[in-house]
């Protein structure tokens, strides 16, 4: 069994910040990280933030300056970072691993991040 756990989620206003953290709460396997979704109300769920292997990292254009994905691996630990934080960035916001051996992905349960204009 996987668990992934987030935390960090929460209200803020306009201009404030923000640091999600998704950790490894139980595997029976290594898991890779990972990625950052996010979903607003109504909308579909939207890949924010991806950091590679090699920890290169990419963004999608409305977050890129503004957040930051990280991860350390002795702690089993992944990372976002927002800073500037717009009312559209409000919505529930999801880690994502991958399986070493299985391929699997594995889903955070979710925080929700609520930015008041």
């Known amino acids: 069994q996987v668990q992934l756990v987030e935390s960090g989620g929460g209200l803020v206003q306009t201009g404030g910040s923000l640091r999600l953290a998704c950790t490894v709460a139980?595997?029976?396997?290594?898991?890779?990280?990972g990625d950052w979704y996010r979903q607003a109300p109504g909308t579909e769920r939207e890949l924010v933030a991806s950091?590679?292997?090699?920890?290169?990292?990419k963004y999608v254009a409305s977050v890129k300056g503004r957040f930051t994905i990280s991860r350390d691996d002795a702690k089993k630990t992944m990372y976002l970072q927002m800073n500037s934080l717009q009312p559209e960035d409000t919505g529930v916001y999801y880690c994502?691993?991958?399986?070493?051996?299985?391929?699997?992905?594995?889903w955070g349960q979710g925080t929700q991040v609520t930015v008041s204009s």
């Open positions: 950091i590679r292997v090699d920890g290169s990292s």
């Open positions: 994502k691993g991958v399986g070493s051996s299985s391929g699997r992905d594995y």
């Open positions: 139980r595997s029976t396997s290594t898991i890779i990280f």
